[in-house]
């Protein structure tokens, strides 16, 4: 079975500091896992996936085997990141598993 | 940029009335998803939809749902006897090949009262 965890319903910080969006997996095989980003009132946008090893509105993820983690990170927050980030896995179909997702409130 | 339209935005119906959600997925896209979150919870998979055919559904997607593609450009949920745990956001999705280019619509806000 496939399963993601995203502990924090709500995580606040001030600009400028910087981000950790934490987020476990379950999966037996070799998932492929992504980060989505909702901004208010604004649809699912894919935000970056493991894969692609890409930084985007710089937000960086690695994916740690190891630990089953795939933990989103920003050195500085700014007060535009302020959204719902979900973790999604997919286990080798097209279905996308989502965790519960976190609200980032970036305070000035 | 090319988008997932999906209409109504918001909709109101009354258990037990069968109601449709339409979507327009990206023109040149070959797979089709439903996804729905109800308040406060996670957004769940419902089913995948490839070359005019189910090719994977959640344990949610009853015999109470249907999808269907009537024509070149829309994708449509059927609910048929709407219950009041059916009240949730639903989201379509589309892709062209597996999960690279997952689009998804700004969705449909479910209300059975």
């Known amino acids: 079975a496939q399963r993601v965890t995203q502990p924090e319903k709500l995580l606040s910080v001030f600009k400028g500091a910087p981000v950790e969006l934490k987020c476990n997996y379950s999966?037996?095989?070799?998932?492929?896992l992504f980060w989505y980003v909702q901004y208010s009132r604004q649809r699912l946008q894919l935000l970056l996936r493991?894969?692609s090893r890409e930084s985007i509105k710089g937000f960086t993820a690695d994916l740690n085997k190891g630990e089953t983690s795939f933990h989103l990170k920003k050195p500085f927050a700014q007060e535009e990141d302020s959204a719902m980030y979900y973790c999604a896995l997919t286990g080798g179909g097209n279905k996308l598993t989502f965790g519960t997702g976190t609200q980032l409130k970036v305070e000035l | 940029e090319p988008e997932v339209t999906q209409t109504p935005s918001h909709q109101v119906t009354q258990m037990g009335q069968e109601v449709i959600l339409r979507c327009v997925p990206i023109?040149?896209?070959?797979?089709f998803y439903w996804y729905r979150q109800i308040l406060g919870q996670k957004v769940e998979f419902l089913v995948s939809f490839y070359n005019n055919e189910i090719s994977e559904k959640s344990e949610i997607f009853d015999d109470q749902f249907s999808v269907e593609r009537p024509d070149g450009s829309n994708f449509t949920l059927k609910i048929r006897s709407t219950k009041l745990e059916d009240s949730a956001m639903y989201f379509c999705?589309?892709?062209?090949?597996?999960?690279?280019?997952?689009?998804f619509g700004s969705g449909t806000r479910l209300t059975v009262v």
């Open positions: 023109s040149n896209h070959l797979y």
């Open positions: 999966y037996s095989g070799s998932p492929e």
């Open positions: 493991h894969i």
């Open positions: 999705a589309s892709s062209p090949k597996g999960t690279d280019g997952y689009t």
